[in-house]
T-cell receptor
Framework: KAGVTQTPRYLIKTRGQQVTLSCSPISGHRSVSWYQQTPGQGLQFLFEYFSETQRNKGNFPGRFSGRQFSNSRSEMNVSTLELGDSALYLC??????????????FGSGTRLTVV | SQKIEQNSEALNIQEGKTATLTCNYTNYSPAYLQWYRQDPGRGPVFLLLIRENEKEKRKERLKVTFDTTLKQSLFHITASQPADSATYLCALTGGGNKLTFGTGTQLKVEL
């Protein structure tokens, strides 16, 4: 079956702009989480969605937001981009929030560069 | 504050040897500990999960131990191969689905 699909793969934006990233989970997976990966901070949890509801949120400013659609696809949005937002943004899917024992399936990520 | 530490240095070993990676944590009571592999420019790939009441888990050439008293997990790759070269991440789950990741250890297996 198809894996987790993230689009676009690469993105270059200017400071102050906003950006929307997309994630399509594995078919049948209803839980989607987002992570930011930078060389300095490593992988950091942004938020988690299940059944179109945000269940968990990491310690990021309000400029970072997300949503999930009825087909489980998810988007995250970053407004008023800053240089420090340059990172690899990763999406992970799982069947349900309680099935952590199967691990998470990550997409290849979206590489965002803010100039 | 919660902290997860992995071998800070890169680990270079010879092909055929056993690689041992360390994950130490503080101020945390994880229900599960997971290990992932990440290749450059790719997302992490799930390898193994061990629960707080398990001491050891194996999968093919991989073995994970979990000592909640020492607050440490060890990840072993036996008969290592150059294809095992990657960054290995440990991640803890306390409650809910949120994963807290360590900084990762870069493993290089040389011929």
């Amino acid at each position: 079956k198809a894996g987790v699909t993230q689009t676009p793969r690469y993105l270059i934006k200017t400071r102050g702009q906003q950006v929307t990233l997309s994630c399509s989970p594995i078919s049948g997976h209803r839980s989607v989480s987002w992570y930011q990966q930078t060389p300095g901070q490593g992988l950091q949890f942004l938020f988690e969605y299940f059944s179109e509801t945000q269940r968990n949120k990491g310690n990021f400013p309000g400029r970072f937001s997300g949503r999930q659609f009825s087909n489980s696809r998810s988007e995250m949005n970053v407004s008023t981009l800053e240089l420090g937002d340059s990172a690899l943004y990763l999406c992970a899917s799982s069947q349900n929030p309680g099935q952590v024992q199967y691990g998470y399936t990550f997409g290849s990520g979206t590489r965002l560069t803010v100039v | 504050s919660q902290k997860i530490e992995q071998n800070s240095e890169a680990l270079n070993i010879q092909e055929g040897k056993t690689a041992t990676l360390t994950c130490n944590y503080t101020n945390y009571s994880p229900a599960y500990l997971q290990w992932y592999r990440q290749d450059p420019g790719r997302g992490p790939v799930f390898l193994l999960l061990i629960r707080e009441n398990e001491k050891e888990k194996r999968k093919e050439r991989l073995k994970v131990t979990f000592d909640t008293t020492l607050k440490q997990s060890l990840f072993h790759i036996t008969a290592s191969q150059p294809a095992d070269s990657a960054t290995y991440l440990c991640a803890l789950t306390g409650g809910g689905n949120k994963l807290t990741f360590g900084t990762g250890t870069q493993l290089k297996v040389e011929l």
